[in-house]
T-cell receptor, first 110, second 113 residues
Framework: SQQGEEDPQALSIQEGENATMNCSYK?????LQWYRQNSGRGLVHLIL?????REKHSGRLRVTLDTSKKSSSLLITASRAADTASYFC??????????FGAGTQVVVTP | GAGVSQSPSNKVTEKGKDVELRCDPI?????LYWYRQSLGQGLEFLIY????????KSGLPSDRFSAERTGGSVSTLTIQRTQQEDSAVYLC???????????FGQGTRLTVV
């Protein structure tokens, strides 16, 4: 079973626009992470936000976490064609087991 | 090596045969994960190893699937009597300890014909 669910399933935007995707989860967590996957192979870690943090930035990425609503959002600002990928959230329970959502497919057109 | 290595990259096998997939994690990483991903789908959790603790096998889909991690390093995922529905990309990841940033291998694409 999957712990996180991303929304939307797919997102198509133009270069320069912002992309926002959301993740909802079911049980309490230690932290929440976002990953990117290109061409269906290995995932790359983007950012980790701890359960006691509410917002975190890394370059053009901004992540928020609302533990009361069990949800997180990932914002990519000023998107580029190279941002075209699938984005996954992953939650860590107290035992360190990472569970992933179904992902959001983002297409950025020039 | 500098990253997580998986072998083989691709495996085509006949239905009913057994297959072994290998994962070499980053040296010193105590946590190791296996996931399965079907085309266009999310990552399905299979098994999680953390140090010397008993592994979390709760994601293994049937008793045809097993995994071991020898000496806290290399891991092997074995699928016995493969079925067509086992066709997928099998991804391995490791992290310094459970719940921290995970580093993924490039996966093994398994095709059962």
């Amino acid at each position: 079973s999957q712990q996180g669910e991303e929304d939307p399933q797919a997102l198509s935007i133009q270069e320069g626009e912002n992309a926002t995707m959301n993740c909802s989860y079911k049980t309490s967590i230690n932290n929440l992470q976002w990953y990117r996957q290109n061409s269906g192979r290995g995932l790359v870690h983007l950012i980790l936000i701890r359960s006691n943090e509410r917002e975190k930035h890394s370059g053009r990425l901004r992540v928020t976490l609302d533990t009361s609503k069990k949800s997180s959002s990932l914002l990519i600002t000023a998107s580029r064609a190279a941002d075209t990928a699938s984005y996954f959230c992953a939650t860590d329970n107290s035992w360190g087991k990472l569970q992933f959502g179904a992902g959001t497919q983002v297409v950025v057109t020039p | 090596g500098a990253g997580v290595s998986q072998s083989p990259s691709n495996k085509v096998t006949e239905k009913g045969k057994d297959v072994e997939l290998r994962c070499d994690p980053i040296s010193g990483h105590t946590a190791l994960y296996w996931y399965r991903q079907s085309l266009g789908q999310g990552l399905e959790f299979l098994i999680y190893f953390q140090g010397n603790s008993a592994p979390d096998k709760s994601g293994l889909p049937s008793d045809r699937f097993s995994a071991e991690r020898t000496g806290g390093s290399v891991s092997t995922l074995t699928i016995q009597r493969t079925q067509q529905e086992d066709s997928a990309v099998y991804l391995c990841a490791s992290s310094s300890y459970g719940g921290t940033e995970a580093f993924f291998g490039q996966g093994t694409r398994l095709t059962v014909v």
